[in-house]
């Protein structure tokens, strides 16, 4: 079993003129990674901020904390180099935005970066398995894309028992309405890696709800591993 548990905080909510210590209050909180979602008002309706601000936010933080880059954009190819050159360490598409999956995925290896892949609620994972063994991450959304601090859709989990049950070894990603009252139930299902937003940021304690979602994890990979 090669995967961990892994918390992404989505800096989403946050104070976006501060993005900057924003990212680097995250990581002094404990988060083991940052989760920047990327929005178009195309793929979704809703607009975030693109490279520009990426490459800002390396240049800021350093070059330890890992980006982990949700593309919720149309045509997603486009922008593959200039995250890569921003200083991205995984891009995460969405199945539902291309029609080269195979392609995306060799391009974003060939500029050095992880490869996610994301589905919308509405997607199958049947849709999503052809690919899961040419990726690092496959991220089953818990609500429909566009906006933070939104309700989780529990039926998601389903897709992430089914991904873990086929793919042991995957690195499986849950983003949307996950904090304290929901981690449990991705845990259980097998997801590894953890998105939060509006929980983590609108905490007094970010600290230790990232310890809380970690160890909550943390233990169902253990008793996973131990079922085996
Ligand atoms: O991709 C996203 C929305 O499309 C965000 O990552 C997600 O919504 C995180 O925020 P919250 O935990 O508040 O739902
Ligand atoms: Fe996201």
Not at 12 to 24: I, P, R
Not at 107 to 121: D, T, Y
Not at 143 to 150: A, D, I, S, T
Request: hydrophobic share 40%; aromatic share 6%; with cysteine.
């Amino acid at each position: 079993m090669a995967y961990s548990a892994k918390i992404g905080p989505s800096i989403l909510n946050s104070d976006l003129a501060c993005l900057g210590s924003e990212c680097t209050r995250m990581m002094d909180c404990g988060a083991d990674y940052l989760h920047l979602d990327v929005m178009d008002g195309h793929f979704v309706p809703n607009i975030t901020f693109g490279h520009p601000v990426v490459e800002c936010l390396r240049n800021q933080v350093g070059p330890e904390p890992f980006f982990d880059l949700h593309m919720m954009v149309a045509r997603p190819e486009q922008w593959v180099r200039p995250m890569a050159a921003a200083g991205a360490d995984q891009y995460t598409f969405h199945l539902e935005a291309t029609s080269n999956v195979g392609n995306l995925i060799k391009e974003i290896r060939e500029s050095g970066m992880k490869v996610g892949l994301a589905i919308k609620p509405n997607t199958t994972v049947e849709e999503m398995a052809p690919w899961a063994g040419q990726i690092d991450m496959a991220l089953v959304m818990t609500v429909e894309p566009g906006f933070g601090g939104q309700k989780f859709m529990e039926d998601m989990m389903t897709k992430v028992s089914w991904l873990r049950s086929q793919f042991p070894s995957l690195d499986i990603e849950v983003d949307g309405g996950v904090g304290p009252d929901t981690i449990h139930k991705c845990a259980d299902a097998g997801a590894n890696m953890i998105v939060s937003g509006s929980a983590i940021m609108k905490s007094d304690d970010p600290r230790s709800v990232i310890t809380l979602l970690r160890n909550v994890c943390a233990e169902a990979i253990q008793k996973r591993s131990l079922d085996r």
